[in-house]
Nanobody, 126 residues
Framework: QGQMVESGGGSVQAGGSLTLSCSAAEVTASRSCMGWFRQVPGKESEAVAL???????DYADSVKGRFTILPDNARNTLSLQMSILEPEDTAMYYC????????????????????WGQGTQVTVSS
């Protein structure tokens, strides 16, 4: 219940593109916010892109204009199209849904997200 599975990570050179995909086993009305996060070893996780139940989307400033979040509500999937990748984008990427009500804008209170996938690694070389 609430299982989320990411795929699509890999290695790419700077300037390249990757698309990550997340499938959610269950989406309920209580989970009003879903999105992508990333974490670099030794640093805190950060929200990259979020989408709320109304379809409103917010991005971290560092990825605006380069990343696009795409929901497929019929299939309970959420994709993240990443382009013009930079070495600074190297991280483990996770998709998550909130467990408790949360303001669905970046930055967000990560502690209120209780459903997480196992993550997929993205490595961008210069």
């Amino acid at each position: 219940q609430g299982q989320m599975v990411e795929s699509g990570g890999g290695s790419v050179q700077a300037g390249g593109s990757l698309t990550l995909s997340c499938s959610a086993a269950e989406v309920t009305a209580s989970r009003s916010c879903m999105g992508w996060f990333r974490q670099v070893p030794g640093k805190e996780s950060e929200a990259v892109a979020l989408i709320d139940a109304g379809g409103n989307i917010d991005y971290a400033d560092s990825v605006k204009g380069r990343f696009t979040i795409l929901p497929d509500n019929a299939r309970n999937t959420l994709s993240l199209q990443m382009s013009i990748l930079e070495p600074e984008d190297t991280a483990m990427y996770y998709c998550a849904q909130n467990t408790y009500s949360v303001r669905c804008t970046v930055p967000t209170d990560i502690q209120r997200f209780g459903y997480w996938g196992q993550g997929t690694q993205v490595t961008v070389s210069s």
